[in-house]
């Protein structure tokens, strides 16, 4: 997946959701395209939550458990080369990724690459010291 910095400069800045987390998001967007070759588009599996997701990706719905899921342990189908052929189409998991928000609770990707090089590092200093809960899976 694709998917997904923090604004820099030394003010103190209050993160909140409309801007902080997707700003983070983007900050990783060069460093997923030249360095990590998007590796979440080819590491386990997505979890689509509506039908039109499973449709567009062509997988099946699973009625009772309401979601469907996409394996991408070989690669996305809608992956080409390193990009996103549905980029403004994708999937909600897919513009999530690493960092999802649950209520104040932020949940990262612990595995991504960009993570784990700390670019992220400073959004989730100032998502602590706004007093949310981080945690990485
Ligand atoms: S839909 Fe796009 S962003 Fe999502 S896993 Fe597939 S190639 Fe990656
Ligand atoms: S795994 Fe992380 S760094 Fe790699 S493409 Fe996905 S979001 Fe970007």
Same mark, same amino acid.
């Given at each position: 997946?694709?998917?997904?910095?923090?604004?820099?400069?030394?003010?103190?800045?209050?993160?909140?959701?409309? $801007?902080?987390?997707?700003? *983070?998001?983007?900050? !990783?967007?060069?460093? /997923?395209?030249?360095?990590?070759?998007?590796?979440?588009?080819?590491?386990?599996?997505?979890?689509?939550? $509506?039908?039109?997701?499973? *449709?567009?990706?062509?997988?099946? &719905? %699973?009625?009772?458990?309401? @979601?469907?899921?996409?394996?991408?342990?070989?690669?996305?189908?809608?992956?080409?080369? #390193?990009? /996103?052929? =549905?980029?403004?189409?994708?999937?909600? =998991?897919?513009?999530?990724?690493? !960092?999802?928000?649950?209520?104040?609770?932020?949940? =990262? *990707?612990? &595995? /991504?690459?960009? @993570?784990?090089?700390?670019? !992220? %590092?400073?959004?989730?200093? %100032? $998502?602590?010291? #706004?007093?949310? $809960?981080?945690?990485?899976?």
């Amino acid at each position: 997946m694709l998917h997904h910095g923090a604004p820099r400069g030394g003010r103190k800045r209050r993160v909140n959701s409309d $801007t902080g987390v997707e700003a *983070a998001r983007q900050s !990783l967007s060069s460093f /997923c395209m030249t360095a990590c070759r998007a590796s979440c588009c080819r590491k386990g599996f997505v979890v689509l939550r $509506t039908m039109d997701e499973a *449709a567009l990706l062509g997988v099946p &719905w %699973d009625q009772s458990k309401q @979601y469907a899921v996409l394996d991408v342990r070989k690669g996305c189908v809608k992956l080409e080369g #390193d990009a /996103c052929s =549905i980029y403004a189409q994708r999937p909600a =998991i897919c513009r999530e990724f690493p !960092l999802f928000e649950r209520g104040r609770t932020l949940v =990262i *990707a612990g &595995w /991504c690459p960009g @993570y784990r090089a700390g670019l !992220l %590092d400073r959004f989730v200093q %100032d $998502t602590k010291r #706004d007093g949310r $809960t981080v945690i990485v899976q």
